[in-house]
Nanobody
Framework: QVQLAESGGGLVQAGGSLRLSCRASGRTDRIYALGWFRQAPGKERELVASIGWSVRRSYYTDSVKGRFSISKPNPGSTVYLQMNSLTSEDTAVYSC????????????WGQGTQVTVSS
């Protein structure tokens, strides 16, 4: 019913910026919230930021507060993750995921996009 596709990953130097995009398609009216996750080799997957689909309250994990910004322009079905002041600790595969109205947890996932921060 809902499909997600990420883009915008790549290689960036430490201290630089990158903007990720997550395009949602299908029955986007059934989305409750969208989150950005990341997973680095040898580390657990973590929720980086999330935003409500209709009520645009946002959440950020402590390590990215003040550096990352999640947004969803209206109208549209694309969620952005603006990442500033990047460090090597931000290197990971970033995936977007959606919670459905009436569902539980993040059940719909995109394919992921690689972000690599180098010096």
């Amino acid at each position: 019913q809902v499909q997600l596709a990420e883009s915008g990953g790549g290689l960036v130097q430490a201290g630089g910026s990158l903007r990720l995009s997550c395009r949602a398609s299908g029955r986007t009216d059934r989305i409750y919230a969208l989150g950005w996750f990341r997973q680095a080799p040898g580390k657990e997957r973590e929720l980086v930021a999330s935003i409500g689909w209709s009520v645009r309250r946002s959440y950020y994990t402590d390590s990215v507060k003040g550096r990352f910004s999640i947004s969803k322009p209206n109208p549209g079905s694309t969620v952005y993750l603006q990442m500033n002041s990047l460090t090597s600790e931000d290197t990971a595969v970033y995936s977007c995921a959606a919670q459905r109205l009436g569902g539980s947890g993040y059940e719909i996932w995109g394919q992921g996009t690689q972000v690599t921060v180098s010096s």
